[in-house]
Every structure is written in C-alpha cells, then in structure tokens.
C-alpha cells in the first residue's frame, strides 16, 4: 500500500486493527455483527503472516470480507523516506495520517539485528548531546504507530510469516528511538505486549530492551508489567556531571536511579541490566570518570555499553579520540565489568545513537483544530463519492 493509499484510509476515517489487542479485535467484530470467535482468525493474518488486506484471508467467506474492507483497514505508517547506509543499516522517516513524522532504524548484523523504535515524536528530555533533544516534544505515538513501525520493517525485508524459528534478520527490538518510553508507557506496553504474543509476531521478552534516560517512577513498573530488558541512559557517574547534560537528573538522581535499578524485578547476572554511556570529549571520558562508575554500579548486575560520540549538524560536543575510549573500557574490564565498545552504524544517513530526528513540530491548538476540520471534510467527500459510485 502506498503513501496517497494510506492518508486516504486515514480520511475515510475505517479504523486501523493494527495495534489492538485481542479484545480490542473482538470488541470491534461483534460492534458489526460478527462473532467473537473472528477475532483469532484476524489476529493469526494480521500478526503472524503480516496480511496487508482482507481479500489475502482465504479461510474467511468472500461476503465476510468484503463487510471488513468497509469498515477496517490493516494499515502501517507511511515511509515518506527510506535510506539504506553503507554498512547496511536501514532508516526509515515514517509519516503517520495526522502528518506528523518519527524516524525507526534496524541495525543488522550477520544473521540477526536489532530494529530501534521511537515511542514519542520528538522527546520531552533536552539531553544535550542527543540530536532529537533538540526537537521540542510534539506528542506521543499510539500502540498502532508503535507496533506499525516494527511492522513495516518486516515487510520491507520480506520477514512474513513470523518465522518460527531462530532464524530472523529483525530478531530484536530497542526502544530506544525517538523519545522517552517511560513517559509514554500505557501506550509502549500495550504495543510491547502485542509484540510478544506467542501466536502473533512472537517477539520473547529477553529479545527486547526498553531504554530510559532515568524515570524513576515507571521503572519498576515496566519491569513488572513487561519484563523486558532495561537499559539506563547513564552518560555521567556524578550529578553535577550529568545534569549539566542531562536535566532529568535534577528531577531523578543517581541516588534514586540506582536504587529503582538495584530493585529492577528479575534483575540477575544472568540477565543484566545495560547502562549506555555516550562518550563525550573532555566531557566525561577521563579515567577518573571510570573509576567512579565502578563505584557507582557497584552491587548491580550490570554491563555497559559505551557509545563514541556520533556528531550531528550543530552539535557543540566532540568524539574522544580511540586511545582514550579503548583506556576507559580497559579500566572497566579490569574491575570485572563487560564494557564492549559500540562500532558506529548509519552515521552516513544520520541514523546512529542520537542523531535521529524529524521536521515535525507542536501545532497550536487553533492549528490542529483546522487540521482536524479539513480531514473531516476530506471524509465527508469520500464517503459522498463512495455512495454516488454505489448507486
């Protein structure tokens, strides 16, 4: 389905079952008339083969889905652009049906990859070294928004139906694009639950890593409800440090980040949790910020992963050079912590850590107010031509 074909399913206003739940499915059959039982069939074409349309359903009547195609549509965001960097990693810039725009990246590696997905289109955090911090908050994305985003990164390398076995090239999700999670998180879990439905896309919970810059009041509540790996958007061992380039840390600390992360359920050392740690030049890269990470973490089990600064247009921070990473990561082994260095992916295509971001922008009320007025008339014609064409 193309970009013109899905802003007019938006407009004919036929709700998208891409992003319900199972009784959300059933809720929506027996509103037409139809029996609950449907609802399995429709979730086995939708989340396990990745159906795109009714008429694919070959074990539902013919008059069945004709009644679907009136009143649904299986629909995921728009690509409004796609790039492929020369190490492999794929962008795409998604634009969803209120024209508003986020950015999702796989990262493949030999036989398997990782698909970072945004939860919010821009972020309410102002992380200072992170390129979407620059973009002001323009809202949070729904569970269809969320979920379509993984979905159409399946489609476009062909991954339908869910394999059912190891072999995946999209075999793991990050959320750990566009925004916070945390701050997003009725909307994140229900699609992450969606995700991990074993009959469906069949996602596990060790496959995918939730990553939050510090909300201390959803973590343990994420891990609970979820029970998916958490990653710590750390960047600094002391206060002063990483408030300077992290305000949330004036709202949470260390001191009650790491306690809700020592009190993560399921927190073992056979499931550890990651800290990212941007490394910024000059910044909080000496090795005196090394020995006091090792201080700060220490009980906690944990591994790190430390990122070499990506620049992105206009940023004032700078990359340390090799030497200086390689010691800081040489210091963390010795004190018998797993500190990999994250080779750079997609920086050709700005799709690294940090470097995503859109165009899109808050609209004021008066502004989405006439929006929203044009795509009702949009509608209201549609819906007057499809009745003149029937008679």
Known sequence: ?????????????????VGLDRN??????VAIGEKPFRAKQLWHWIYHRGATSFGAMTDLGKELRVKLEEQFVIARPAIARQQTSTDGTRKWLFHFADGQKAETVFIPEEDRGAVCISSQVGCTLTCRFCHTGTQRLVRNLKAPEIVGQFMAARDSYGEWPTPL????????????????????????????KIIMAEDGIALGKRRITLSTAGVVPEIERCGRELGVNLAISLHAPDDDTRSAIMPINKKYPL???MAAVRNYPGLTNARRVTFEYVMLKGVNDSLAHARALTKLVAGIPCKFNLIPFNPWPGATYECPDDATVQAFADLLATAGFTAPIRTPRGRDILAACGQLRTDSERRSAK???????EERTRAQATRAEKEHADT
């Open 1 to 17: 389905m193309n970009d013109s074909a899905l802003i007019t399913v938006a407009a004919e206003q036929r709700r998208n079952l």
């Open 24 to 29: 959300e499915l059933k809720e929506a059959l």
């Open 165 to 192: 076995d190891e072999r995946r090239m999209l075999s793991n999700i990050v959320m750990m694009g566009m925004g916070e999670p945390l701050y997003n998180f009725d909307e994140v879990a229900k699609a992450l």
């Open 255 to 257: 001191k009650d980040l």
């Open 367 to 373: 502004e989405q107010r006439l929006r929203d007025a």
